[in-house]
Nanobody
Framework: QVQLVESGGGLVQAGGSLRLSCAAS????????IGWFRQAPGKEREGVSC????????RYSDSVKGRFTISRDYAKNTVYLQMNSLKSEDTGVYYC????????????????????????WGQGTQVTVSS
């Protein structure tokens, strides 16, 4: 059974850091693009960062570039999102998702992440940044 489980969310003050984890089971995530999305109350789910299959490339939204870092641990079948210099506008539920290689996360182009192309989703972890 394919499963993605996020963890690491919580309450942090502005300027602080959190590291989110996305543990995959039931499939080998190496050959999938993994994306992190977030959804703030009353807003649409937006792409934050993604990493291509076999760590071929990484993309970040403009709002998090320079503050967030996405990485993979192949041995643990886990993808991480290190979030530094957090701001109140980073508050939301963070989801990880997996897309088949060649989809979902694009190395070039205006649209780095195509949400409908992600096949598997986790249930999300809440991140709250207090100002």
């Amino acid at each position: 059974q394919v499963q993605l489980v996020e963890s690491g969310g919580g309450l942090v003050q502005a300027g602080g850091s959190l590291r989110l984890s996305c543990a995959a089971s039931g499939f080998t995530s190496d050959y999938y693009a993994i994306g992190w999305f977030r959804q703030a109350p009353g807003k649409e789910r937006e792409g934050v960062s993604c990493i291509g299959s076999l760590e071929s490339y990484r993309r970040y939204s403009d709002s998090v570039k320079g503050r967030f870092t996405i990485s993979r641990d192949y041995a643990k079948n886990t993808v991480y999102l290190q979030m530094n210099s957090l701001k109140s506008e980073d508050t939301g539920v963070y989801y990880c998702a997996a897309a088949q290689a060649g989809y979902g996360c694009y190395e070039a182009g205006a649209r780095a992440m195509i949400r409908p192309e992600y096949d598997y989703w986790g249930q999300g972890t809440q991140v709250t940044v207090s100002s």
